[in-house]
C-alpha cells in the first residue's frame, strides 16, 4: 500500500518536471507545425493571405512554369549538394576521430576541444573567413602565385559549388565528429586485443571489429551533416556564385522576406520535412540495425 | 530519491525564474526633465543612414538610444515593415519604389511638419507628388542620388559609354550586379524605353520584360556575385574580386578610402536615380521623437554629416556651408539641376 502511494506520488512530481518542457515543445515546435500545415493551403494575395484552401503552392513547386525550370530541381540539386558535403565531413572526419582516439594518448581532450571550439564561432564569421582564404586576392590564391603554379589569381576557389562545399564541409565537420568519436571511444580496448590475440592484423581488426561498431556513429554523423547543409542557405548566399547561391532553403527564405509568399514558402517547407522526416526514419532503422552488432554493453566487459 | 527530485524541481524553477526574469524588464523610467529620456528609437534604413557621426549627437542631445536595422532592398524593406510594423520600428526611409505604396496602404503616419521647422529648407524640386496624400505629407526627402556605373580605374582606361559593358566578355567573371529589381530598368534603359516618356520604364510590358529577363540571363556567365549590401559591393571592389558594376557614390567613398581607384559614369544610355524619404512607420510609439529626428537629420548641419558618409545628394542646399569644396562637388550641391535632370528617378 505504501508502495503505491511512493509510485504515485512520484509519477506525479514527474509529470510536473515533464510538463513545462511539454508546453514549450507544443507552443513552439507542434504548434508552428501545425501552422505550417494550414499556410501551406492558402493562397497569396497582393501583401495579404487569403485563407482559402487550395493545393497551387504544391502544384507550383513540382512544375515547369513559363518564367523558368520547375523549383523541385533545386531541391535535388541542394541534395546532390547535402551528399558531397556529408561525404566529405565523413572523409574528413572518421580518420581524425579514429586519429584521437586511439593514436592519442596525451592530449586527446585539447585535440577534441579544439574541432569542437570552432562551433562556438559565429557561422556567419566562420563562412566569411573562407571569402578571405578562397578570394581573387585571398590567402590561397596569393600562396599559389607566390609558389609559381598559376599566373592569375584562380577564380572557381570563391563563388562557385567548390566554395559552397568547402564552406559547408568546414562548418559541419563538428557535428560530425562528435558520433563518430563517441561511437569510437565506447568500443572497448579489449575487444581490439582480442581481435589481436585471435590473429587478427591491422586491417581485418579495423574491417571486422572497429568499422561495424563504429558504424552507428557514423550514420548519426552523416545524418547530421546532410540534414543541416540540405536547410543551409547561409552558406550557399555567402560563398556561392551567380548559379551556386541558390539552394532550396535560399528559395524558402525569399519567400519569407522579399517575394512575400508565405503559402508557397510553407508548401516548400513541408515537402521538405517530410523529405527529412523520411530520411531520419531510414537512417534511424540503419543505426538500429547495426547497432545490434553489439551483442554485450562495454560495460559488462569492464 | 526525493532528493533528486527536489533538486531537480529547483533547477526547473530557477530556469524559468531567470528566463522570465530576462524577457522583462526593458522599461526604462522616464526623467521628467526631458520626456525623451531613456526611449529608444528604431530606425530601418539603408546603409550609411544611421552613422554614430551624426546618430551620435541626437542621442547625447536628446538622452535616447537609436536602434538601426539596415535594408539591402525595396523588397526588404517591405518585408521587414510588414512582418515588424510599428512597434518594431518607427522610422523608414524608402525610396520611390515603395513610397508610394506604403503611404497608399496605410502602412505610414502622416507627419506633422510643424515639428519640423527645417522642412521649408528643403528645396521644393524633391517635394514630389508621391510624398503627399490628403493634404498632408507623408514623406520627408532626405538624400538622392543616381544609380551610377562604377569602374575600377585601374583597370578601365577610360570610362565606359554604355551599360552593355556588363556583358562584355572581356570582364566576364569580373562583374558585380545588385541583387535587385533596378537591374530590369538597366536593360529598359539599354533597349531605349525611357527615351520618350521616363514612366515607360516602370511600365514595361510582358513582352519588354521576357526580353529584358532573357538580357539578364546572360549576365550569369559574367557575374561574380550577386551583392545584396553596400556593404558586400565594397568588400568585392576592395579584394579585387569586381572590376565593374552598378553602385552608390556610397561605394566610392568607401572604397577609394582603402586606397583603390574606383570611378564613376553615366552611360549614353542614361541612368536611373532615387530619392530616399522619412516615414513613420503607422503605429509608432515614437511619432514626436522620430519627427524631431528628422528635422535634426534635414537640418543644414545634419544634412552635411550625411553627405560626408555616404556622398549622397543633399536636400537642404542651405547644408553647403558645413561642405568641404570637394564633398560640394560630388554632392552636386550648388548645380542640383544639372545631376537631377540626368536621372530618370525610381517610381
Known amino acids: 500500500m505504501r508502495q503505491g502511494n511512493r509510485k504515485g506520488r512520484s509519477r506525479f512530481v514527474l509529470l510536473g518536471i515533464l510538463a513545462p518542457a511539454v508546453i514549450w515543445l507544443v507552443l513552439f515546435l507542434i504548434l508552428p507545425y501545425f501552422n505550417l500545415f494550414s499556410f501551406s493551403f492558402w493562397k497569396n494575395d497582393v501583401f495579404t493571405v487569403r485563407h482559402e484552401f487550395n493545393l497551387l503552392n504544391y502544384a507550383k513547386f513540382f512544375t515547369e512554369s513559363q518564367t523558368g525550370a520547375a523549383p523541385y530541381l533545386v531541391l535535388l540539386d541542394t541534395l546532390k549538394l547535402a551528399c558531397w558535403v556529408t561525404v566529405s565531413t565523413l572523409l574528413l572526419s572518421f580518420p581524425l576521430a579514429y586519429f584521437i582516439r586511439f593514436k592519442v594518448t596525451r592530449y586527446k581532450q585539447a585535440l577534441y576541444m579544439l574541432v569542437i571550439i570552432p562551433l562556438w564561432v559565429s557561422y556567419i564569421m566562420r563562412a566569411y573567413s573562407w571569402k578571405i582564404i578562397l578570394g581573387t586576392n585571398g590567402i590561397l590564391n596569393s600562396f599559389l602565385l607566390w609558389l609559381g603554379i598559376v599566373d592569375t589569381p584562380v577564380s572557381f576557389f570563391l563563388y562557385s559549388d567548390v566554395s559552397v562545399i568547402i564552406g559547408m564541409t568546414h562548418i559541419y565537420t563538428p557535428f560530425v565528429l562528435m558520433p563518430v568519436y563517441t561511437a569510437l571511444e565506447q568500443i572497448p580496448q579489449n575487444l581490439i586485443e582480442a581481435s589481436n590475440d585471435l590473429g587478427g592484423n591491422r586491417l581485418r581488426t579495423f574491417l571486422h571489429v572497429v568499422f561495424p561498431l563504429a558504424l552507428p556513429g557514423i550514420i548519426t554523423g552523416g545524418t547530421y551533416a546532410f540534414v543541416l547543409s540540405m536547410g543551409d542557405f547561409l552558406a550557399p548566399s555567402l560563398l556561392g556564385g551567380p548559379t551556386s547561391s541558390t539552394k532550396i532553403a535560399n528559395i524558402v527564405q525569399q519567400q519569407f522576406g522579399t517575394s512575400n509568399n508565405w503559402p508557397y514558402g510553407a508548401a516548400i517547407g513541408i515537402v521538405i520535412l517530410v523529405l527529412v522526416l523520411g530520411l531520419l526514419e531510414v537512417t534511424g532503422r540503419l543505426e538500429r540495425h547495426f547497432s545490434k552488432l553489439e551483442s554485450t554493453s562495454p560495460r559488462t566487459l569492464r | ?347
Open chain 2, 1 to 347: 530519491m526525493t532528493k533528486k527530485i527536489w533538486s531537480a524541481i529547483a533547477v526547473v524553477t530557477i530556469t524559468s525564474i531567470s528566463l522570465l526574469a530576462g524577457c522583462s524588464g526593458k522599461e526604462e523610467k522616464k526623467d521628467a526633465a526631458n520626456e525623451f529620456q531613456g526611449s529608444t528609437l528604431s530606425m530601418l534604413v539603408w546603409e550609411g543612414y544611421a552613422d554614430p557621426s551624426f546618430t551620435a549627437l541626437f542621442e547625447k542631445q536628446y538622452g535616447v538610444k537609436i536602434k538601426v536595422s539596415y535594408v539591402t532592398s525595396d523588397d526588404d524593406l517591405l518585408a521587414k515593415i510588414k512582418a515588424g510594423g510599428g512597434e518594431a520600428y518607427d522610422i523608414v526611409t524608402p525610396n520611390g519604389t515603395m513610397a508610394g505604396f506604403l503611404m497608399g496602404s496605410g502602412m505610414t503616419e502622416p507627419i506633422d511638419t510643424s515639428l519640423i521647422p527645417n522642412f521649408k529648407d528643403i528645396s521644393s524640386r524633391l517635394i514630389l507628388p508621391d510624398m503627399k496624400k490628403d493634404g498632408k505629407i507623408y514623406g520627408v526627402p532626405y538624400m538622392w542620388g543616381p544609380n551610377y556605373l562604377i569602374y575600377d580605374g585601374d583597370v578601365f582606361a577610360e570610362a565606359p559609354k554604355s551599360w552593355s559593358v556588363l556583358w562584355d566578355s572581356t570582364y566576364k567573371g569580373k562583374v558585380g550586379m545588385w541583387d535587385d529589381i533596378s537591374n530590369i530598368y538597366i536593360v529598359g534603359e539599354m533597349m531605349g524605353l525611357d527615351k520618350k516618356d521616363p514612366s515607360a520604364l516602370y511600365n514595361m510590358t510582358e513582352e519588354q520584360l521576357g526580353m529584358a529577363r532573357k538580357k539578364l540571363m546572360e549576365l550569369n556567365s559574367s557575374v561574380r556575385k550577386y551583392w545584396v549590401s553596400a556593404g558586400e559591393v565594397n568588400d568585392l571592389f576592395a579584394n579585387k574580386e569586381i572590376v565593374i558594376s552598378m553602385g552608390w557614390p556610397l561605394t566610392i567613398r568607401a572604397v577609394n578610402e582603402k586606397g583603390r581607384n574606383l570611378k564613376w559614369t553615366i552611360p549614353e544610355e542614361g541612368t536611373t536615380g532615387w530619392v530616399d524619404r522619412f516615414m513613420i512607420v503607422k503605429g509608432s510609439k515614437n511619432q514626436k521623437l522620430a519627427s524631431l529626428y528628422i528635422n535634426f537629420i534635414i537640418g543644414a548641419e545634419g544634412q552635411a554629416l550625411t553627405a560626408k558618409v555616404t556622398n549622397y545628394s543633399v536636400v537642404n542646399p542651405k547644408s553647403a556651408e558645413f561642405m568641404t569644396p570637394e564633398l560640394q562637388k560630388m554632392t552636386y550641391v550648388h548645380e542640383m539641376d544639372s545631376l537631377f535632370v540626368k536621372l530618370n528617378f525610381w517610381q
